[in-house]
């Protein structure tokens, strides 16, 4: 089992920066994919992006260029560098791990709320 417990949330202003972090209790580096979801107050929840165990990204159209996924495997983490932030990415951020059909988990979310 792995857990996953993610940081860095909160409020920040409409143009701002913010940077989540996802501490694995497990080594990210024989982690197959790892990734950064999203789910604001009754839509669905949605990928925000994906890393691989080589460092391959792949994000949504509607972050592509304004976010980064990068992995610290010494440090078993996973961040979600966020900038020019703008009132449609409030939502609650989720870290999922997984070895794709075999597991997956999710941490427990973290709040961001973009507002004036």
């Known amino acids: 089992q792995v857990q996953l417990v993610e940081s860095g949330g909160g409020l920040v202003q409409p143009g701002g920066s913010l940077r989540l972090s996802c501490a694995a209790s497990a080594s990210t580096g024989r982690i197959n994919l790892m990734g950064w979801w999203r789910q604001a107050p009754g839509k669905q929840r949605e990928l925000v992006g994906t890393?691989?165990?080589?460092?391959?990204?792949i994000y949504a159209d509607s972050v592509k260029g304004r976010f980064t996924i990068s992995r610290d495997n010494a440090k078993n983490t996973v961040y979600l560098q966020m900038n020019s932030l703008n009132s449609e990415d409030t939502a609650v951020y989720y870290c999922?791990?997984?070895?794709?059909?075999?597991?997956?988990?999710w941490g427990q979310g973290t709040q961001v709320t973009v507002s004036s």
């Open positions: 999922n791990a997984r070895n794709p059909g075999i597991w997956s988990y």
């Open positions: 890393i691989t165990s080589d460092g391959s990204t």
